[in-house]
């Protein structure tokens, strides 16, 4: 088992800068891979980037690219989301993911995905 602990969201305004983390305790040494999503109200859960644990390789949304980074610290187990230019449309509960093994399928898909955090909020105003 492995379980996600999501931190660093709030309020903010439009244009500003913020910093998810999410912290991964348990049987981490066998994620192959950690992602995030988010959920805006009354939306589907969107995916929003992922990461493979060991080699580090990235995917992103298309809409997202170029404002959102992610990037893990696999000494401190701990996955990391840097959201630059913030617009309002971001606002949504994110959420950290992790899937235990690859498996064939599309990684935006948060079917892929065995483990979940329970969400930070992070609300952009006008």
């Known amino acids: 088992q492995v379980r996600l602990v999501e931190s660093g969201g709030g309020l903010v305004q439009a244009g500003d800068s913020l910093r998810l983390a999410c912290a991964a305790s348990g049987r981490t040494d066998s994620n192959y891979a950690m992602g995030w999503f988010r959920q805006a109200l009354g939306k589907e859960r969107e995916f929003v980037a992922r990461?493979?644990?060991?080699?580090?390789?990235?995917y992103y949304a298309d809409s997202l690219k170029g404002r959102f980074t992610i990037s893990r610290d696999t000494a401190k187990n701990t996955l990391y989301l840097q959201m630059n230019s913030l617009k309002p449309e971001d606002t949504a509960v994110y959420y950290c993911t992790a899937a235990a093994r690859w498996r064939p399928g599309v990684t935006s898909n948060p079917n892929w995905y065995d483990y979940w955090g329970q969400g930070t909020q992070v609300t952009v105003s006008s």
């Open positions: 990461i493979t644990w060991g080699g580090g390789s990235t």
